[in-house]
T-cell receptor
Framework: NAGVTQTPKFQVLKTGQSMTLQCAQD?????MSWYRQDPGMGLRLIHY???????DQGEVPNGYNVSRSTTEDFPLRLLSAAPSQTSVYFC???????????????FGPGTRLLVL | AQKITQTQPGMFVQEKEAVTLDCTYD???????LFWYKQPSSGEMIFLIY??????QNATEGRYSLNFQKARKSANLVISASQLGDSAMYFC????????????FGQGTELSVKP
């Protein structure tokens, strides 16, 4: 049971380049989310999904796309990277329904992205 | 309006002493969940403790307890018998209603444990 995995761990991009951050979970969680963490700040929600085929925007969605074709995978796409997207990106997953404790989000190790 | 407020950017505590990290929240939804996460210098987010809005008792998990004061909308984390390994950033977070997958985070408190 690997939990939540993210690749790559670190990436350097040039302004205008596109890339996809990968996220996968093997816990059969229905909820999956992407957050970004900037220095000195808490995490902010980018996009989230409540199940395969269903996604919605979070607090800071601009410049990012997501899709959820399977329960396991939730990739985050940067369409045209900008220096303002330099950040640490975390993917998280959780159960739905059941007790509230079961909705605790479990986080991947994070991806550090530097946009030059 | 900020929904999760952590007013202590940094705190120091002596090893083996207890420490309280403050968290206040704002929501009009009667159903919500409050979480505390630890982020060590290695960067991963570690779940510590959860409190549901309808829970009658304060949550406890080993050396961690949550001082939940619903009327004051506060959910302070208490760490007893601090250890050097407790040095880390601590984040309070809230889930409103049944919006699974959506957590709102505070800005965090950096805790340093002195030997």
């Amino acid at each position: 049971n690997a939990g939540v995995t993210q690749t790559p761990k670190f990436q350097v991009l040039k302004t205008g380049q596109s890339m996809t951050l990968q996220c996968a979970q093997d816990m059969n969680h229905e909820y999956m989310s992407w957050y970004r963490q900037d220095p000195g700040m808490g995490l902010r929600l980018i996009h989230y999904s409540v199940g395969a085929g269903i996604t919605d925007q979070g607090e800071v969605p601009n410049g990012y796309n997501v899709s959820r074709s399977t329960t396991e995978d939730f990739p985050l796409r940067l369409l045209s990277a900008a220096p303002s997207q330099t950040s640490v990106y975390f993917c998280a997953s959780s159960y739905s329904g059941g007790s509230h404790l079961q909705e605790t989000q479990y986080f991947g190790p994070g991806t550090r992205l530097l946009v030059l | 309006a900020q929904k999760i407020t952590q007013t202590q950017p940094g705190m120091f505590v002596q090893e083996k002493e207890a420490v309280t990290l403050d968290c206040t929240y704002d929501t009009s939804d009667p159903s919500y969940g409050l979480f505390w996460y630890k982020q060590p210098s290695s960067g991963e987010m570690i779940f510590l403790i959860y409190q549901g809005s309808y829970d009658q008792q304060n949550a406890t998990e080993g050396r961690y307890s949550l001082n939940f004061q619903k009327a004051r909308k506060s959910a302070n984390l208490v760490i007893s018998a601090s250890q050097l390994g407790d040095s880390a950033m601590y984040f309070c977070a809230m889930r409103e209603g049944n919006q699974g997958g959506k957590l709102i985070f505070g800005q965090g408190t950096e805790l340093s444990v002195k030997p």
